[in-house]
């Protein structure tokens, strides 16, 4: 399995800035994805980021409210732009075990905002 | 198409007793059924999993949960709760065909154990 870890644990933002959210993974790999859970909600996709290319946004989220960087295959960032209280929630990245247990996903611990 | 339906948004068990967690599910292709678990401030953590093998899955901490086409069902059970078990429970849906490794969440269940 997989170890991820991600930065910041959690924070408090002021409406108007933008925050970026480390993901790290201990080995590589060649699908991340990041996911975002509302108060109170479910786990929703909001893109899968592949190293060497463009994010694949799902529908409802837009590359210019969340730009994602895929530098390398260990690493990603999640930008959430010009927040609103609306984006208060917790930030989770994840990655495909690959493998015989193709389609299995590790979670990091995620990241929880909070946007005055 | 693929979705997932948690039958209960709330379950409450005393200590000891069956647990029962109720997931259909709907997919086009062959599925992928997942249950993951999540504490408190916790990351999510994968109970179990069926990839068209035994459709009996054992998982971690004495949960088990049963794939059954006919029904499109994939409940979770474990048959003595404990105290620990209290948490977030989310089954989860995808395919073989499901190019990118995208998953389909249900709303989740929230298991309460009373003592």
């Known amino acids: 399995s997989a170890v991820i870890s991600q930065k910041p644990s959690r924070d408090i933002c002021q409406r108007g800035t933008s925050l970026t959210i480390q993901c790290q993974v201990d080995s590589q790999v060649t699908m991340m994805f990041w996911y975002r859970q509302q108060p109170g909600q479910s786990l929703t996709l909001i893109a899968t980021a592949n190293q060497g290319s463009e994010a694949t946004y799902e529908s409802g989220f837009v590359i210019d409210k969340f730009p994602i960087s895929r530098p390398n295959l260990t690493f990603s960032t999640l930008t959430v732009s010009n927040m609103s209280p609306e984006d208060s929630s917790i930030y989770l990245c994840?990655?495909?075990?690959?493998?015989?247990?193709?389609?299995?996903?590790?979670f990091g611990p995620g990241t929880r905002l909070t946007v005055l | 198409a693929q979705s997932v339906t948690q039958l209960d948004s709330h379950v409450s068990v005393s200590e000891g007793t069956p647990v029962l967690l109720r997931c259909n599910y709907s997919?086009?292709?062959?599925?992928?059924l997942f249950w993951y678990v999540q504490h408190p401030n916790k990351g999510l953590q994968l109970l179990l999993k069926y990839t068209s093998a035994a459709t009996l899955v054992k998982g971690i901490n004495g949960f088990e949960a049963e794939f059954k086409k006919s029904e499109t069902s994939f409940h979770l059970t474990k048959p003595s709760a404990h105290m620990s078990d209290a948490a977030e429970y989310f089954c989860v849906v995808t395919s073989v065909y499901n190019q990118g490794g995208k998953l389909i969440f249900g709303q989740g269940t929230e298991l309460s154990v009373k003592p």
């Open positions: 994840s990655v495909e075990s690959g493998g015989p247990n193709y389609n299995e996903q590790f």
């Open positions: 997919s086009s292709y062959s599925p992928s």
